[in-house]
């Protein structure tokens, strides 16, 4: 990330986008929920939260539900289409570490990438086995909705989106939601919640490349989105039915990689959330 990039900045004043109906008519006890089929659930949290950590553990405790891991190599692998004016430069292009590099130049660009590779993935046809299961089980690693309202938001708010880009970011992203409403349920969020500081230490420890200059100023802002929402609720959500999804709060602030007790009462909360669902 370029010197600053991410440096808390004076905080614009919050975008005035139209409100929309509801993504669909949905019991506010119960959230997005569809009444039977596959429960939809997606796991949110900061960078280097521990999120790939908790996936390989609900995979080997559950390898009956479907896991789909966030698509971090089609950020990290833009394949050139032949079309450039350059064509002697034809080679990948990383996105994801444009993006840290540069943030006022790629930020709307890395974002419609990482919305559209997320809405791929849930739109994904569900397999045989889900339909067929009484009560299967269908868990994302983030979602289309924290794409917005956590990291594209955040993005806004400290100036690497423009007025106009969040303007436009807002308004093709209500438009897809309500066009493939019923096929994007999310019957709960899992949020892991750890401190900045802490996130900021795994992150170091796993030295993703692209990761390098971030600094815990923009964790502390990541942090306080997914605080606003899944906590403090106070975030301003434009589809009625996400308001009332439930949410599992998780503290993985302690290490749990390697820690068999604590993994075993992290999969008893899950266990039962997902049964009151």
Same mark, same amino acid.
């Given at each position: &990330? =370029? =010197?600053?990039?991410?440096?808390?900045? #004076?905080?614009? =004043?919050?975008?005035?986008?139209? %409100?929309?109906? %509801?993504? &669909? /008519? %949905?019991?506010? !006890?119960?959230? &997005?929920? /569809?009444?039977?089929?596959?429960?939809?659930?997606?796991?949110?949290?900061?960078? %280097?939260?521990?999120?790939?950590?908790? $996936?390989?553990?609900? !995979?080997?405790?559950?390898?009956?539900?479907? $896991?789909? !891991?966030?698509? $971090?190599a089609t950020w990290q692998n833009i394949q050139a289409s032949g079309t450039q004016k350059d064509s002697t430069s034809r080679g990948p292009g990383n996105l994801l570490e444009m993006m840290y590099q540069e943030p006022a130049r790629w930020s709307y660009t890395f974002q419609t990438l990482s919305f559209m590779s997320r809405l791929k993935v849930q739109l994904e046809p569900l397999p045989e086995k889900l339909l067929q299961a009484e009560k299967s089980v269908r868990i994302f690693e983030r979602s289309v909705y924290s794409d917005r309202y956590i990291f594209a938001k955040n993005l806004f708010e400290n100036g690497s989106l423009s007025d106009v880009e969040w303007h436009i970011y807002q308004d093709w992203?209500?438009?897809?939601? @309500? @066009?493939? =409403?019923? #096929?994007?349920?999310?019957?709960?969020?899992?949020y892991l919640q750890a401190s900045p500081q802490v996130c900021l230490e795994r992150l170091s420890q796993r030295a993703r490349v692209e990761e390098k200059g971030i600094e815990l100023a923009y964790l502390e802002q990541l942090h306080g989105q997914h605080e606003d929402w899944f906590i403090n609720k106070t975030t301003k959500l434009h589809f009625e039915a996400l308001q009332h999804v439930p949410v599992l709060v998780l503290n993985v602030s302690d290490d749990f990689s390697e820690n068999a007790a604590k993994q075993e009462e992290l999969m008893r909360q899950v266990n039962t959330f997902i049964r009151n669902l």
């Amino acid at each position: &990330m =370029a =010197a600053g990039g991410f440096l808390l900045r #004076r905080l614009r =004043a919050p975008f005035r986008s139209l %409100a929309l109906n %509801a993504l &669909m /008519d %949905a019991p506010r !006890t119960r959230g &997005m929920h /569809d009444g039977g089929g596959p429960r939809s659930l997606s796991i949110e949290g900061n960078i %280097a939260v521990g999120k790939s950590t908790f $996936v390989k553990l609900l !995979t080997s405790t559950h390898p009956e539900w479907q $896991v789909a !891991t966030e698509p $971090v190599a089609t950020w990290q692998n833009i394949q050139a289409s032949g079309t450039q004016k350059d064509s002697t430069s034809r080679g990948p292009g990383n996105l994801l570490e444009m993006m840290y590099q540069e943030p006022a130049r790629w930020s709307y660009t890395f974002q419609t990438l990482s919305f559209m590779s997320r809405l791929k993935v849930q739109l994904e046809p569900l397999p045989e086995k889900l339909l067929q299961a009484e009560k299967s089980v269908r868990i994302f690693e983030r979602s289309v909705y924290s794409d917005r309202y956590i990291f594209a938001k955040n993005l806004f708010e400290n100036g690497s989106l423009s007025d106009v880009e969040w303007h436009i970011y807002q308004d093709w992203h209500s438009f897809l939601l @309500q @066009q493939f =409403a019923n #096929r994007l349920l999310i019957h709960g969020f899992i949020y892991l919640q750890a401190s900045p500081q802490v996130c900021l230490e795994r992150l170091s420890q796993r030295a993703r490349v692209e990761e390098k200059g971030i600094e815990l100023a923009y964790l502390e802002q990541l942090h306080g989105q997914h605080e606003d929402w899944f906590i403090n609720k106070t975030t301003k959500l434009h589809f009625e039915a996400l308001q009332h999804v439930p949410v599992l709060v998780l503290n993985v602030s302690d290490d749990f990689s390697e820690n068999a007790a604590k993994q075993e009462e992290l999969m008893r909360q899950v266990n039962t959330f997902i049964r009151n669902l």
